[in-house]
């Protein structure tokens, strides 16, 4: 799949834009809060409904307007897809494929996969485990429509079972009713286990490959699952927390404290890694994520790269563009130097400045 075009109108920091896209290699640089990173986002939300920032709708609308417009053509298997979105401030957002507006966002996911790729993918290992969560939940919720049923769903009770153990502080007989939303977080949380766990293993194993060779041979690592409760355990677990639960308002187990664990040469780098360690493991992690995304979906992905070249040396940055080969890839950065010691192939080159782009080569 690639990306064809995309049209932005008040976007973040842009009133209109319309840029073509490369099959290949895309530059955007510029000086800092151009707007590099907004066309990024503007592509990633096409392709998961979600900024990879975590922003809300009114965010993203330009300041002082009410609403923004997105459209982005994909290519997918010869056919074109026209993915239109609308952003308002005070609704949901609407979305339309082909002029044919869509009811859930599932109904988008299939045509466009992405993976973004920022420096803070870097700091995932040092950082807590929410963000080791989110990296997990970001890509399977795009690769799974039946593992974000499961999530979905699974957030909403764990929202109202907290709700409910909050209330039962002054109405204790409201107790009888737990049981009913207990039953369906243990429904949900078992195919959520299941599925990290798959992910999890089919992740590791190609991680390990790449590590070997991003190490010279010189580090194993191995990436593993943390589940908070066991897939079959949680109903149990969930009993035995009930009285903690109740004194602290709030449901201490589930798949909602899971973690992912990196071990180098066996030891946990979450406590006892090197920066460099540290970072190169997640570099490891991201190249697995891409190839996985390949295998998954028999399909290239497309690629951002969001001013992570300069994070990296050149040995990496060399691993790094040599593994990007044949995906087409947008990559943002302040100048071109980094890209002269490589020999690499740019297709498109665009300066941003202010929420304008030109195309220069
Ligand atoms: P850097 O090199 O520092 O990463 P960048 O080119 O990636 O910079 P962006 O993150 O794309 O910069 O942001 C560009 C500008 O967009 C920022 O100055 C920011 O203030 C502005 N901006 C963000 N949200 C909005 C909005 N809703 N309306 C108008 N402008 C916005
Ligand atoms: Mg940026």
């Known amino acids: ?23 290949k290699t895309n530059i955007l640089y510029g ?17 998961t409904t979600k900024s990879h920032k975590g922003s809300k709708d009114r965010e993203l609308i330009k300041f002082e307007n009410d609403e923004a417009h997105i459209r982005c053509i994909v290519e997918k298997a010869g056919m074109d897809y ?39 993918d870097l700091d995932i290992i040092k950082r807590g485990p929410s963000e080791r969560r989110r990296f997990t939940d970001l890509e399977l919720c795009q690769l799974d429509k039946i593992y974000l049923h499961n999530l979905t769903n699974y957030n909403k009770v764990l929202n109202q079972r907290n709700k409910l153990l909050k209330s039962m502080y002054y109405e204790p007989q409201l107790e009888d009713t737990l049981s009913i939303w207990d039953m369906q977080l243990v429904a949900y949380s078992k195919e959520i286990i299941r599925r990290r766990k798959d992910f999890m293993e089919e992740l590791n194993e190609i991680a390990s ?17 943390e589940p908070n409760v066991e897939k079959d355990q949680m109903e149990e677990k969930l009993a035995e927390a009930l009285e903690r639960d109740k004194r602290q308002k709030m449901t201490s187990v589930g798949p909602h404290r ?11 780098i979450r406590k006892f890694g090197s920066q460099g360690q540290q970072r190169t493991s997640a570099l490891s992690l991201k190249l697995a994520e891409i190839e996985l995304v390949r295998r998954r979906i028999q399909d290239m992905p497309v690629l ?14 060399n691993y790094l563009l040599n593994t990007i080969g044949e995906l087409q890839t947008v990559i943002t950065c302040t100048g071109l130097d980094e890209f002269i010691n490589n ?19």
């Not at 899971?258 to 946990?268: E, K, M, S, V």
Request: proline share 1%.
């Open 1 to 23: 799949m690639i990306i064809k075009s995309i049209e932005l109108q008040n976007f973040r920091n842009y009133d209109s834009l319309k840029m073509d896209l490369d099959e």
């Open 31 to 47: 000086d800092n809060a151009q707007g590099k990173t907004n066309i990024l986002e503007a592509l990633y939300l096409s392709g």
């Open 82 to 120: 026209r993915i239109d979105m609308h952003l308002r401030k005070n609704k949901s957002k609407g979305i339309a494929i082909n002029g044919i507006p869509i009811k859930k966002a599932a109904e988008l996911f299939g045509i466009l996969n992405i993976i973004f790729f920022s420096p803070e």
């Open 209 to 225: 490959g790449v590590h070997e060779k991003l190490s010279g041979g010189r580090e194993t690592l191995e990436v593993k699952y």
């Open 258 to 268: 899971d973690d992912i664990c990196f071990l180098a040469n066996g030891i946990d």
């Open 304 to 317: 951002l790269l969001d001013d992570v070249l300069s994070e990296l040396d050149s040995n990496r940055q």
């Open 343 to 361: 020999r690499f192939e740019i297709n498109k080159i665009y300066k941003i400045v202010n929420g304008s782009i030109s195309q220069s080569n």
